[in-house]
């Protein structure tokens, strides 16, 4: 039996490996004639520590998340995928990535690259794929560098 896959959530917050789920989330697409959704999330728990709201910082994240996006958003349009859709969030990357993005876009396969984390800090902060593994509705594919040893 084969899958196909109509919409495509790619993880892109401008890591080496986010470009590796990206380069191989665009062949996915190419293959199944799917829709991109790239996806950034700017983790605001990293931002509770700053006393007053500043909005000129959450502006400044949103901006640099849209250049990333708009960068990725370009290289598939040039290797032919015709369907890209760029999808910008604030909040918890975990729960947003697991389920609330994916529902509302109505993905049917997320791609997120692997972390690079030890063991030790897995058991710190999680791993986001981990995580995403557990809590997904949907297939999930996690891009790992074939270069890399653990």
């Known amino acids: ?29 190419l293959r199944n004639k799917a829709e991109l959704i790239l996806t950034h999330v700017i983790d605001t728990r990293a931002l509770q520590s700053i006393a007053t709201f500043d909005t000129y910082i959450y502006e400044q994240l949103e901006e640099e998340a849209k250049g990333v996006l708009e960068g990725f958003e370009k290289k598939a349009h040039e290797r032919g995928v015709e369907k890209v859709k760029q ?4 909040g918890n990357p975990k729960t947003l990535l697991a ?41 999930l594919l996690v891009v790992r560098d074939s270069q890399k040893t653990f």
Do not use: C, W
Not at 5 to 20: H, Q, W
Not at 87 to 90: K, S
């Open 87 to 90: 999808v910008i969030e604030f």
């Open 99 to 139: 389920r609330d993005i994916p529902d509302k876009e109505k993905v049917d396969l997320i791609m997120v690259g692997a972390t690079g984390l030890n063991t030790f800090e897995r058991l710190l902060i999680g791993s986001s794929s981990e995580y995403i593994m557990r809590h997904a509705k949907v297939d």
């Open 1 to 29: 039996m084969s899958q196909h896959y109509e919409r495509i959530m790619i993880a892109v917050d401008g890591s080496y490996e986010s470009e590796l789920a990206f380069e191989k989330g665009v062949n996915v697409a």
